[in-house]
């Protein structure tokens, strides 16, 4: 037995660790039967990027690099943000001593 194959190169602990951790994802989720090749695609997504930026962030930039926003949304978001600080800075916080002492 080789770890690595002499004709073609393959390393047999890396195809297995990768195996190895396909199943790990696999098992325990929902299936969509004909789906197996976005889910390796997913797979190697999460991979190939787990140690950059936060996956989250990067797949957001990504769509915003494709789709940037309009200046009409960018405006309703800068509202919509300004309401919900205007929130958390007016409304004060009320206790009542019956809740606590009884």
Excluded: C
């Excluded at 080789?2 to 190169?9: L, Q, R, W």
């Excluded at 195809?15 to 197996?36: C, L, M, P, Y």
């Excluded at 930039?61 to 494709?66: L, N, Q, R």
């Amino acid at each position: 037995m080789h770890f690595v194959d002499p004709d073609s190169g393959a390393r047999t602990r890396s195809i297995e660790r990768t195996w190895s951790a396909i199943k790990r994802g696999w098992n325990g989720t929902n299936h969509v039967k004909g789906q197996f090749d976005s889910y390796m695609a997913a797979f190697m997504w999460k991979r190939k990027n787990s140690t950059a930026e936060p996956q989250m962030e990067f797949l957001l930039d990504m769509i915003k690099e494709v789709y940037p926003p309009r200046s009409k949304d960018k405006r309703k978001l800068k509202k919509k943000k300004k309401r919900e600080q205007s929130k958390i800075k007016t409304s004060p916080i009320r206790y009542s001593e019956k809740k606590f002492f009884n």
